[in-house]
């Protein structure tokens, strides 16, 4: 097997470390942060393609370069979902979401301010890679209490199935590989 995946996306190349996940699979890993200029052209792509909302969210942490360029671009305010509460978040609300990259289980959180901020809002989720799409519900879960309005779901990668899904915008996809083939 290779021990790097050649990546095209937003008209840039990058080689990925292949990271064993299991004994069945492993995964391209993609890591954009400290590389601004794929963070910022993958958040030009994205402007393109997006819906027009009133706020951003992203789940911590791998989210947060590309949220922020968005916002940027879209002249748009952008929420992060922490994965712990804060001192300083105000009754915090919290979902929980397994992640194929990350081990057990982890949460999702708001605070009580940001809450009432998606409230009756129209919100994009943004998020660097959807693979199996756990993040996307549990951001999905924490809006839903809010009463937004999802009005699109976007990442620069799908990954493996994900590819195959209508609800989301991506802009290239990112393949799960099986060991030992």
Do not use: W
């Amino acid at each position: 097997m290779d021990k790097f995946f050649t990546l095209h996306v937003a008209g840039l190349e990058r080689k990925l470390p292949i990271c064993r996940i299991n004994k069945e699979i492993s995964i391209a890993a993609f890591i954009m942060f400290s590389d601004v200029e794929l963070t910022v052209r993958c958040a030009e792509e994205l402007a393109k393609r997006v819906p027009e909302c009133d706020i951003i969210i992203t789940a911590e942490s791998k989210g947060i370069p590309l949220a922020y360029e968005l916002a940027k671009i879209t002249k748009k305010e952008y929420i992060v979902a922490r994965k712990h509460a804060k001192l300083y978040m105000l009754e915090p609300v919290e979902v929980s979401v397994q992640s194929i990259s990350t081990k057990g289980m982890q949460k999702l959180c708001l605070d009580k301010r940001d809450l009432n901020k998606l409230a009756g809002k129209n919100i994009l989720i943004v998020d660097d890679v959807i693979s199996t799409g756990s993040s996307l519900s549990a951001l999905e879960s924490l809006i839903g209490k809010t009463g937004g309005n999802v009005v699109g779901k976007a990442a620069v990668l799908a990954e493996g199935d994900a590819a195959n899904r209508k609800d989301i915008i991506y802009l290239a996809q990112l393949p799960i590989i099986k060991n030992g083939t």
